[in-house]
């Protein structure tokens, strides 16, 4: 890597969390491996990172000086048969996730009905409307899971530009609740909301709940059975592999190497984290075999389950 340089794309618009991180990483990374090559972030954006997951699959160089930032959610496209997807999930080379965090849902003031709990939701007696990006998108795919696999009573409805917005329709009275409200997000843009109890974050998907959240409850502990448990992790599970960072299938095993003991390395240097202090972020990284494995986990969910995973959050 002496004296070349590594492309680092990101699959999302500036400004946004997935660029934000991968700026602050890219300031780092370089230093972090062999012979320091420079570091510039490009962003390709579209369909949610469907199209940097697609170049970085078919078109990106496989020598190690390209690697991409996308959505775990893109990344298991494949699992569902969508054509639009046209990579192979495991045959990535994968480097690891700059962050793992824990994603939940809020609702604002109770929803005027005292929700605290997932139970509360499920026996609200008043109908609660939650705000989403793209009808097809994870803001609506999770609400609608609540829904059908537990009977919520709730309705989505899309067209909003992300959590911020809908944080706004929130306050303005036109929906009640979002999901996408990662403890990261809570913690930055949302903690002063969150502070003054105007924002109820009512149910959490960690693998382990965590205390920042309360009393939540735990999507997990609400499956019934092992099959339902299954179909859960599959449509919540990708939310806590949040940025996800890959290079393309084919790539020498020592460069792939290189690329994963930089990116734990890079996170673990005191100057990454003054910078990262200034920002208010914390990371949680994820090592590339890790990030591995709990694809691997994911792709194997049997077809009968991942079917049923797509019924239960389709919005009629």
């Known amino acids: 890597y002496k004296g070349k340089k590594i492309t680092m794309v990101v699959g999302y ?6 660029d934000t991180t991968a700026r602050l990483l890219a300031r780092h990374y370089g230093n972090a491996m062999p012979g320091k090559p420079g570091v510039v972030v490009q962003n390709m954006v579209g369909a949610g990172s469907l199209v940097a997951a697609n170049y970085l699959y078919n078109n990106a160089p496989k020598d190690g000086s390209l690697i991409a930032v996308i959505s775990s959610t893109i990344a298991l496209l494949p699992v569902y048969g969508d054509k639009k997807a046209r990579f192979e999930t495991m ?3 994968w480097i690891g996730s700059i962050h793992q965090d824990v994603m939940a849902c809020a609702v604002w003031k109770g929803a005027g009905q005292g929700i605290k709990t997932l139970p509360d939701l499920i026996a609200a007696k008043q109908t609660v409307i939650f705000g989403a990006d793209g009808a097809d998108a994870p803001l609506t795919r999770w609400p609608m899971f609540m829904k059908s696999m537990l009977g919520a009573n709730l309705k989505v409805v899309p067209g909003y530009k992300g959590t911020r917005a809908i944080n706004l329709a929130m306050q303005k009275g036109e929906v009640n609740a979002s999901c996408g409200m990662f403890e990261s997000t809570v913690r930055g843009a949302f903690i002063n909301d969150f502070r003054s109890g105007n924002l109820n974050i009512f ?20 499956m019934k059975n092992a099959d339902d448990l299954k ?4 449509v919540w599970r ?7 960072l890959a290079a393309p299938p084919g790539v020498p095993a020592d460069r792939v190497a290189a690329l994963r003991k930089a990116l734990l390395d890079s996170i673990a240097n005191p100057a990454f984290q003054e910078d990262a202090r200034k920002q208010k972020v914390e990371f949680n990284p994820l090592s590339g075999e890790g990030m591995e494995a709990a694809l691997k986990e994911l792709s194997a969910t049997p077809p009968a389950l991942v079917k049923r995973a797509l019924e239960v959050t389709r919005r009629p």
């Open 13 to 18: 618009g500036a400004g946004g969390g997935y």
């Open 91 to 93: 045959k990535f080379s």
């Open 203 to 222: 149910v959490q998907a960690g693998t382990k709940s965590i205390p920042f959240f309360g009393k939540a409850t735990n999507i997990y502990s609400m």
């Open 231 to 234: 179909v859960a992790q599959l």
């Open 238 to 244: 990708p939310a806590e592999l949040t940025r996800p």
